[in-house]
């Protein structure tokens, strides 16, 4: 997995807390929060950053890069921590702290590309600027993606999308994906310790798509691909101990 620097809460500038309570449908049957659950959260509490200070348009997920401690569980309440942490040309880099009592549980980066209202990918101007620079000083973050495609000897099968998948923007939502992970982590790593993940959207899954999941597992890192006709939709890398 690409090296990710997980940089520390600002003195200064805007920050996001957010609390959870784990329910029944956000844990595996062991228990343990979900990595779509998370997912969840984490998108959450993003979008009520935004929709709090009145930014218009959207949101598209390009990269999510977690590092996982011990894991939330059923009924436990959870504290979550966000702040931009880069600014690019049309994208911006969160960081988020997820923590359970006084423990981190999880550390998470991401990068978020603009969509605007006619539906396309704009530039972040001063509009955005004079709520999240501050926080985000003089970081500068790039969107490119680092994930190689899948390998020959990869292990691929059919995987179904479903009507619940799909999302207001009409196409998969990010959390569709880390469950097809969940299922490979259930299949091939059950009872594995998580140490860390990291998914990258390279283009988007539409409604009516056929999607293949492609994957390989090395007893420590786990590594899937959801693609449509061999094109890379989603690739996703999980280590776990």
């Known amino acids: ?64 890069a977690l590092k996982l401690g011990e894991l939330p569980r059923f009924r436990d309440d959870v504290r979550l921590v966000t702040f931009c942490s880069g600014i690019g040309s049309r994208f911006a880099e969160r960081r988020t702290t997820v923590l359970s009592g006084d423990e981190v549980a999880v550390e998470s980066v991401s990068i978020w590309v603009y969509i605007d209202e006619s539906g396309k990918p704009a530039p972040l101007d001063e509009w955005f600027r004079k709520y999240y620079e501050v926080a985000a000083g003089d970081r500068k ?34 959390a569709a994906a880390w469950q097809a992970i969940e299922e490979e982590i259930a299949r091939l790593a059950k009872g594995r310790r998580l140490e860390s993940a990291e998914i990258e959207y390279r283009a988007a899954i539409d409604i009516g798509d056929e999607i293949e999941i492609a994957t390989t597992f090395d007893d420590r890192e786990l590594r899937c691909w959801l693609t449509r006709d061999a094109d890379m939709r989603v690739s996703a890398v999980v280590r776990v101990s």
């Not at 957010?18 to 997912?39: E, K, N, P, Q, Y």
Request: proline fraction near 7%; include cysteine; hydrophobic fraction near 40%.
């Open 141 to 174: 973050v790039s969107g490119r993606l680092r994930h190689s495609p899948p390998p020959p000897d990869a292990v691929k099968r059919t995987w179904p999308m479903r009507v619940a998948d799909f999302d207001l923007l009409a196409h998969a939502n990010n």
């Open 1 to 64: 997995m690409s090296e990710v620097e997980f940089v520390a809460c600002p003195s200064g500038g805007r920050q996001v807390e957010a609390t959870r309570r784990v329910r029944l449908g956000d844990v595996s049957a062991s228990g343990r929060l979900r990595l779509d659950a998370l997912a969840e959260y984490l998108q959450d509490v993003a979008a009520d950053d935004v929709d709090d200070v009145g930014i218009p348009g959207a949101w598209v997920l390009r990269r999510l």
